[in-house]
């Protein structure tokens, strides 16, 4: 897998690769290396992310484990390809707080990537239409983040404020 993993240069060829993990079952395998600490983990997340465009069933009972591994991680691309598919799917699996605040983390931490933040914010926001207590601190964290985001930040943050202020599910 490994060796797989490794050789990928292009978006066509991630596909081709999820095409063939999925036709020769190795699911898993793809699996423990994308939440591994190895240098190119972050492409089999890549990859996974693709198996989740393709055929998202296969990774959606993976979801609560990601929401579990996911602040344990230390390399944005991982973090980027998981919060991405976490951010697509309805929540119908536990979230504990450590995850929430990981979310937040990711937000305000000015070194983290803008896809980081945008999909941590998109997660924050769909947590917040199930625990509305949540929605007073979102927007004021947003509202500081977008001061001197990208603008990536800047527009996922305005359509998020506007949908709270407005109490409208931009998401669905």
């Not at 600490?37 to 972050?42: L, Q």
């Not at 799917?89 to 980081?116: H, K, Q, R, T």
């Not at 927007?139 to 109490?167: D, F, M, P, Q, T």
Request: hydrophobic share 45%; proline share 2%.
């Amino acid at each position: 897998m490994e060796h797989i993993v490794e050789s990928l240069l292009s978006k066509e060829q991630a596909f081709l690769v999820a095409e063939s993990i999925i036709a020769n079952n190795q699911f898993e395998e793809l699996w423990e290396y994308s939440i591994s600490n190895k240098k190119n983990a972050w492409r089999a997340a890549w990859i996974l992310d693709k198996i989740y465009e393709k055929n998202r069933q296969i990774v959606i009972a993976k979801l609560p484990e990601m929401v579990r591994i996911i602040p344990s991680l230390t390399n944005n691309g991982q973090i980027r390809q998981f919060l991405r598919i976490l951010s697509l799917e309805e929540i119908e699996y536990e979230i504990d707080g450590d995850f929430i605040n990981f979310c937040f983390d990711c937000l305000m931490n000015i070194e983290s990537p803008a896809a980081v933040k945008v999909f941590a914010m998109t997660f924050l926001f769909k947590f917040s239409l199930i625990e509305a207590d949540l929605k007073n601190e979102l927007v004021s964290v947003i509202e500081h983040i977008v001061i001197e985001g990208s603008a990536g930040v800047k527009n996922r943050g305005a359509k998020i404020l506007y949908a709270i202020r407005n109490n409208q599910n931009i998401l669905k």
